[in-house]
Structures are given as structure tokens and as C-alpha cells.
């Protein structure tokens, strides 16, 4: 751990914001993670005398599940440590878009990494539409980094056709409009009741609320105040036992 004080040092004079380790041991899984916990504990608060952020990638063994990840950043408790979300750095069993969903929590940073490309410039194995909605609904507003992963490309190459597909990206991204705030029911109108909240950011129907097609049965729907002929759909629902998802 003390052989990370000369890059903190370093990252100070370069006038950098956070330096990147892996977190990496030996032992069982919880001894992997007080392991690492007490390394990273020690090298963040010499850090924070130097104002960086220590951050921790994704970078295989257990550092590549977001739960032993976020369980190590659990036990340091300290606002300067945190994650940096590799998008591309999961086992292909582990799903990437949660996986970050997950890591975005204690983000300090980001890592677009693309290795191949289409002939449209997307990238072939990551959504780049979908990961970098995660981030921004994160509410993360740091840099996102580019580092090139690809075979099919030289370094120079992919991480430009990267910067070009962000910047698509980004271009869409400030086009979308929301149509729920978090807040209020501002941009909807309840139909058949009145029975509808904003509760921590969630849209909820108080019990015995719902549609039914039977007008004697009391129900409650919203609708929004406007029409759209191009939207993404993206929700999550909690219903009761025996409910009926619509």
C-alpha cells in the first residue's frame, strides 16, 4: 500500500483528480474483501491530504462483481474512495448493464471502453445508448474516460471511432425529455380516481388502485398529458400478490 504514496504524489503535481489500483488479494471472499478494505482505508487518507480520489476498476477476480466491490467500498467509508465502472471488464456470464447500474453509486469516474465496431460505428458487444443512459441517470457528471480495447483497430483508431460514438451519444442523450420528474405528477393526468403519489422518486398507486374494465370496479390510471410517436420505454414495477402487470 505505502508503494502507492509516490502516485499519489505524482497525480498531485499533474494536477490529476483521483489515481486508479486494482483491488486484488488472496484468501475467501470476505477475506479478499477486509483485505482490500484495509489497504484502500490507509492509501485514501493519506490521498485526501493531497485532494485525490483512489478509485478502483473492475479488473477481474472479485473486483469484477459490483456486490464484493460495493461491500469493500462499504467497509472504507471514506467520501474520496470510490469505483470506476469499466464497461467492458465482466465475465460474460455477469450482465454489464446492471453490473454498472450497481457500480455507478460510488463512481468517481467512468471507462467507455470499445474493442469492435460496426460499420455504423456502434459498438458490437456493448449498447453504448443504453450504459451511458445508466450514467447519466446516475446523476454521475464526471469525466468518462476512453481507453481502447480492440484487436480489430489500432489504439489512435478505436479510441476515435470511441470519441465519435460518445459523441453521438451524447448528442441524443440532449434530445430526450423525461416525462416524470421524480417529484411530482406534473405532465400526467390520473383517469378513473385519484389515488396516485410520488414516493422517492417512484410513481405509486395506493392499494385498491388500478384499471379494470369494469366501470363498477373502482381503478385508477395515469396518462400522460402529451403524445409521443418516438420514445424508449424504460421502466421497473412493484405490484402486490396477484397482481396484474398491465
Known sequence: MENHYKWVEAAKFLGCHSILVNAYSEGTYPEQQKLAADGLRHLCQFAADCGLNVIVENHGGNSSNPDWLLGVMGMVNLSNCGTLPDFGNFPEETNKYDAVEKMMSHARGASAKAGQFDEEGNETGIDFFKMMRIVRDSEYRGFVGIESGSRQFTEMEAIEKTKKLLER?????????????????????????????????ILVASDGCGWSPKPEVAGSCLRSKKQYSDFLLELQFNINERGNSG
Open 169 to 201: 451519444v451524447f448528442e441524443h442523450q440532449e434530445k430526450i425529455q423525461s416525462i416524470f420528474n421524480g417529484k411530482d405528477l406534473e405532465g400526467w393526468e390520473i383517469i378513473n380516481g385519484d389515488k396516485w403519489s410520488v414516493q422517492d422518486n
